[in-house]
Structures are given as structure tokens and as C-alpha cells.
């Protein structure tokens, strides 16, 4: 495994026993954290139950204060990707994002004011095969 940038990181800004907050670098907007836990784990579901409740700890304190402080909203995302090499834009390290956002910000002119066409209407056929896979 390549050295991992969260397991020894240079930007934290805050922590507690199980997980902490990094700047991201690079970042989308001002403001954009990643919420990791500190223990090298590279799938969610291969965290443990305190480790979990701590990273959640602080995203929900920071997704409150990215959005009053900072945006007037705040997206949050997990990405998990194995099929992309590990590189300065994906780390195999499990880690959240909290994004502050505005209307109509830089994210939403140079990528989302399309996204609508991405949307369907979901059909109960879908419904079905859905619940079938996860059940």
C-alpha cells in the first residue's frame, strides 16, 4: 500500500479519540473538510461501531458550522471507489466530505446546472428488483 496522506496528516483542525477533521487539498469550495477516523480503514463496513459514532460526531457538528459560518447548506458525501488508483484526487483510506454550498456556487455552474437530466422517475418494476437485491 502506497503511504496513506490520512494516517499521518499535516492539515488537521480538529479531533477526538477515534477520528478527526482535515482541510482538504486540494478542495471544491472554501471551507471543504473530510471527517476521517484515524485508524487506516479502507471500506466503511469495516468499521466498528465507535468508530463510526465518533466520525459522525463531527460531521454533524461541522456540517452545522460549515453551514451557518461558511455556505447555507452543506453536501456530504462518501465515496467508495477500489476500481480507481489510489492518486492525489482518491484515497484508500474511508474518509467524508463536507462541502459548504450556496445557490447557484462554482460547483453547481461547472458541473450540477445539468444534472437534472440525470434524474428518472423510479418504476415499480425498478422498486421490485431493487428490494430483491437488498433483501
Known sequence: MKECP???PMKVLVENELARVLASDPRLTFGHLLVVPKRHVEQPWEMGDDEMLAVWTLMKKYQK????RVGTGCDVRENYRPFLTQGRLKVDHVHW????????DDIYMKSQIGERGL????????LAKLREVLL
Open 97 to 104: 466530505h463536507l462541502i459548504p454550498r450556496t445557490d447557484k
Open 119 to 126: 434524474f428518472q422517475d423510479l418504476q415499480d418494476e425498478e
Open 65 to 68: 458550522v460549515l453551514t451557518e
Open 6 to 8: 490520512f494516517c499521518k
